[in-house]
């Protein structure tokens, strides 16, 4: 088979009329010879850092339509799986994820569970990491979250990272903010990423002490802005990932979006896809080609490149993308699950007490980092109430994996005005989690996913909408344009609620994440993430 067109090379800053030749799924030959194609073949894109799980597919699924993108690859953490069905899950994914020519590069989760303070539903020790270290199929060593146990020497933590260091593989970051002495600590234990940069400054302090740097552009957490003109002097030490991808926004695009928006702001295009092909093939030694004599003939053929609209995709050799049409087939699974929860009752979301003041977590749309807020206490009957003219609304986290009583907090800036919204996708240990304007709405809908065993919905006086996630509670069984219609469905509910948040299920998601600061809340309570311990509601 050959192609023909503006062959672009990265690595030696030139494009020129040529033909490549493939045999066997390998690149033949790459010659220059004059031709009458305009459009331009390069290597294909590579998601840096993704949780596949988070599109709420599966992985066959998620590949079907990142294709259609130029997306060849992934480096993905199932870290989310892991939290709900262990070593199980991480296998799940693999095997789901073979069935496809799609290459998907999978991590093993460091941190599950991420924290002591939350309830999971499996554990993954050193020893265990050990094992899937010593697997082929795991490339990395997944993000590690938990710093602290990293600055402060965590013997277990520590044991981790001897085992990545052991097989050589690379040991991925996570250090929101994270600077200084305690920043050369966490690179020194052999920390080589960090896609969680939220500022220019931070994100050129962990570039000059060494780090690689991944510009995330999720459908939450969106730090392109803040990070892309770092690019231009580090190109060859930074990567794209979109980390967290809902599917109505991977319908629309991925990484060629990323490349689209740097080269709108006037990058050099050699530098930006040196960071979107070529970085991540390198730092993770994928087996993905870069269009050389003798790689796997991983390829895109694109319109331009300005836009990077994708015509077709090749992954080795085999023309998996046409003219947007995906030809990966679908693949058949078994629903696994962990869900062992009864439905509550609205007395359990009762909060008593009679104090006058509250911590109040600050949701910041686009962001994972929450502020921490003081804000006046609604009480009624003696139970502190959700407040819909402050936006000081009650939430929830249920523990899903046994019958324990519901932690309670209170949060602004979700803007609901009615009802009540609520996700068995809730970083890291997928607890249930729920957002409304008062108790009877938060039970409904908190009850709507225990009956479903897994899903997101919104509730409201006259109407319930739900998508079931019955893979593990946070993937669907169903297709991207299903999901991806019905999830767009429930996202305009949520601002029919009136929420005003750019992706308000996304963001929900995150409102667990007890390792990125100020204020989340577990299954076990209010956690200050600054401090890295639990603290009350009530201000003393």
């Not at 009615?418 to 009877?440: K, L, P, T």
């Not at 009956?451 to 319930?464: L, M, P, R, W, Y």
């Amino acid at each position: 088979m050959k192609l023909k067109g503006n062959i672009v090379d990265i690595i030696n800053r030139r494009i020129f009329k040529g033909e490549i030749t493939i045999e066997n799924g390998k690149i033949a030959s790459v010659e220059a010879k004059d031709c009458e194609e305009d459009h331009y073949i390069l290597p294909g894109f590579v998601d840096a850092h993704i949780h596949i799980e988070s599109s709420m597919l599966v992985p066959s699924e998620f590949a079907k339509i990142a294709v259609n993108h130029g997306t060849v690859a992934t480096v993905s953490d199932p870290h989310e799986i892991a939290n709900v069905l262990g070593v199980k899950g991480v296998e799940f994914m693999i095997e789901n994820g073979k069935q496809t020519p799609f290459k998907f590069n999978f991590g093993a989760p460091s941190c599950v569970p991420a924290t002591s303070f939350e309830s999971a539903g499996a554990v993954i020790d050193s020893d265990a990491i050990k094992t899937l270290m010593a697997n082929p199929d795991i490339k990395y060593l997944a993000e590690m979250m938990n710093y602290p146990g990293v600055i402060y020497d965590d013997a277990e933590v520590l044991k981790k990272i001897e085992w990545a260091k052991h097989y050589n593989k690379p040991v991925d970051g996570h250090a929101p903010g994270l600077r200084g002495d305690d920043l050369t600590k966490y690179i020194a234990a052999g920390i080589s990423t960090d896609h969680e940069c939220f500022t220019f400054d931070e994100g050129l302090e962990k570039l000059q002490k060494g780090m690689k740097v991944i510009i995330r552009e999720g459908s939450a957490a969106k730090n392109f802005n803040a990070l892309i003109d770092l690019l231009d002097e580090h190109y060859e030490n930074m990567m794209f990932c979109s980390d967290d991808k809902h599917p109505d926004d991977l319908l629309l695009g991925h990484i060629n979006q990323l490349c689209a928006r740097a080269i709108a702001k006037g990058n050099d295009v050699f530098k930006v896809l040196q960071a979107a092909c070529v970085n991540p093939v390198k730092h993770y030694n994928l087996d993905v080609g870069l269009l050389n004599i003798g790689d796997a003939a991983d390829c895109i053929v694109v319109e331009d490149l300005k836009e990077f609209k994708t015509l077709q995709t090749y992954i080795d050799g085999e023309l998996v993308s046409d003219h947007g049409s995906s030809k990966v087939k679908h693949v058949a699974f078994a629903n696994l699950n962990n869900f062992n929860t009864s439905k509550k009752d609205v007395s359990e979301f009762r909060l008593e007490s009679q104090t006058t003041k509250i911590k109040v977590i600050e949701c910041v749309d686009g962001e994972l980092v929450t502020n921490a807020l003081t804000e006046n206490a609604t009480i009624k009957d003696g139970n502190l109430i959700s407040n819909t003219e402050t936006d000081v609304l009650k939430m929830t986290v249920v523990n899903r994996y046994q019958n324990d009583k519901p932690a309670i907090a209170f949060i602004k800036n979700f803007g609901l005005k009615e009802g009540a919204i609520a996700s068995s996708v809730g970083h890291d240990s997928h607890n249930i989690i729920a957002i409304g304007v008062s108790d009877e709405a938060i039970c409904k809908a908190v009850n709507l996913l225990i009956e479903n065993e897994g899903g997101i919905c919104a509730v409201s006086d006259t109407e319930e909408q739900v998508i079931p996630l019955p893979v593990a509670g946070i993937m669907s069984d169903q297709n991207a344009e299903v999901i991806g219609q019905h999830y767009s469905e429930l996202d305009k509910m949520a601002k029919t609620l009136g929420s005003q948040l750019h992706a308000p299920y996304m963001s929900l998601s995150f409102m667990a994440l007890l390792v990125i600061p100020a204020l989340k809340l577990s299954d076990k309570g209010l956690f200050d993430g600054g401090k890295f311990e639990f603290t009350s509601v009530e201000v003393a």
